[in-house]
């Protein structure tokens, strides 16, 4: 049975998540064995990774002690991440104790920001590789296999993988990841990711298009388009598939009508929008199509001018406020999702209350709330002093997830005795008789199965009779025989 979960980008459920050997007829020798950490586009990496080894003769498993090669691809964004791979990497040793031909590589960001570093401190690692060299593997493995250890951590300007197709080993056969870009040019001073994925580049705007048309012809019926900003995806010298032999450039605006426009019955949505980059040409292309759902995953961090200045991520509490006012005049019911940081360098009890009273303005659907963890090499680490306690970052955490378990229950109970319009994405979790699926502005929907016809992929109008924190209870609309 299939679990669904309730958010697409950061999902703490499918952490080390092992790919499953579904569809694959493994008659192959070696076989790898992928556990992937961090956010949807590092779920969506291992998904090329896949591909690049099946293509190479590998098989698949999803058990570690039938492996012949073990791959982590790793997450660098708080220190806890990358010491739960530590700790990941120290249950491979007694394998490669009774398998000395095991490989064991380690993908991602933790591979770019240590780079041969981790092969001097973990001695059971064979290969290093970063986000951008993955296309250099299969060479690397086979470097590996004569006992000298591989790496490859090279960041590119152009590398996207857009030739390459995914393959779904994990998929409820419904929904998929779509990357669109890579990397990320802007320099939020807490933050990671532009030294381990690199600059920012957008993909092909026709290979895009092409991998979501193959997915709905495939019988998909829902595509996340991602990318770590994802409204400044600028893609400049298009196909003339896709563009009928102009020379513009496609913006995230376009991109997404493209999108829309392959199927009313294919759902799209997207991960992450930057409040200083969304623009009023993507909210009016999400109202124009029913089919882009109105949900939108706007981070602030935080609701002090002071701290985003100091996180510089370019705007301030007022042009955040004014970004969600914009959005909800645009869409109205759209829902809206944040992530937050708390205890933050110099964070004062007053900068911490504008958090949480920016919160009760926003009343968002859902929120990824974390206290702040300094990462080595970036602006904050170099300019700044990590000088709240972290009793005190905890605490601060707790009362923003306190508030917003409130909010987000509210925001449930809203939704009773509403209609949705649910993609069914397979069975409940709980019972075989129940089907679960997202509704359009992203909320899990559990109804019993009473129409015969109803099968995973399809469209259901449901109504909300009942709610829980996490999930709506609902009845099918749809008449028997539909
Ligand atoms: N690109 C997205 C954006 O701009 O919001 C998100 C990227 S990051 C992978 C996901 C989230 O991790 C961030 O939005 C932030 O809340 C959190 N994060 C990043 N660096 C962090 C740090 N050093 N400590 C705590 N949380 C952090
Ligand atoms: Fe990190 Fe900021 Fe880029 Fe998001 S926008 S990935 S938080 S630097």
Known sequence: MFELTRDTFHDESRQGEAFATIAIADTSKKKFYIESYGCAMNFADSEVVASILIDQGFGVTQNCEQADLILLNTCSIREKAELTVRKRLTEFRGLKKDNPGLLVGVLGCMAERLKSKFIEEEKLVDLVVGPDAYRTLPGLIEEAETGQKGVNVL?????????????????????????????????????????????????????????????????????????????????????????????????????????????????????????????????????????????????????????????????????????????????????????????????????????????????????????????????????????????????????????????????????????????VEGNSKKSDEHWAGRSDINKVVVFRKSNNNLTKGCYADVLITGCTAGTLIGKSLTPKGE
């Not at 997207?270 to 993507?282: C, E, G, Y």
């Open 155 to 423: 960041l590119s300007r152009e590398e996207t993988y857009g030739d390459i197709s995914p393959i779904r080993l994990n998929s409820n056969g419904v929904t998929a990841f779509v990357s669109i870009m890579r990397g990320c040019n802007n320099m939020c001073s807490f933050c990671v990711v532009p030294f381990t994925r690199g600059r920012e580049r957008s993909r092909d705007a026709y290979s895009i298009i092409k991998e979501c048309e193959d997915l709905f012809a495939n019988g998909y019926r829902e595509v996340t388009l991602l990318g770590q900003n994802v409204d400044s995806y600028l893609y400049t010298n298009p196909s003339p598939q896709v563009q009928k032999g102009t020379n513009s450039a496609t913006t995230f605006a376009l991109l997404l009508e493209m999108v829309a426009k392959i199927s009313p019955l294919l759902r799209v949505r997207f991960s992450t929008s930057h409040p200083k980059d969304i623009t009023d040409d993507v909210l009016f292309t999400m109202a124009k199509y029913e089919n882009i759902c109105n949900y939108i995953h706007l981070p602030v961090q935080s609701g002090s001018s002071r701290m985003l200045q100091m996180m510089n991520r370019t705007y301030t509490r007022e042009w955040y406020i004014s970004k969600v006012n914009r959005i909800r005049e645009i869409i109205p019911g759209c829902g809206l999702s944040t992530d937050m940081i708390t205890g933050f360098c110099t964070e004062t009890e007053e900068d911490h209350k504008e958090t949480l009273s920016l919160m009760e303005y926003c009343e968002y659907d859902l929120a990824y709330m974390y206290y702040y963890s300094e990462r080595p090499g970036t602006l904050a680490e170099r300019k700044y002093k990590d000088d709240v306690p972290e009793e005190t970052k905890k605490r601060r955490l707790q009362e923003v997830i306190a508030l917003h378990r409130i909010q987000s229950l509210v925001s449930m109970q809203k939704e009773v005795g509403k209609t949705a319009r649910v993609l």
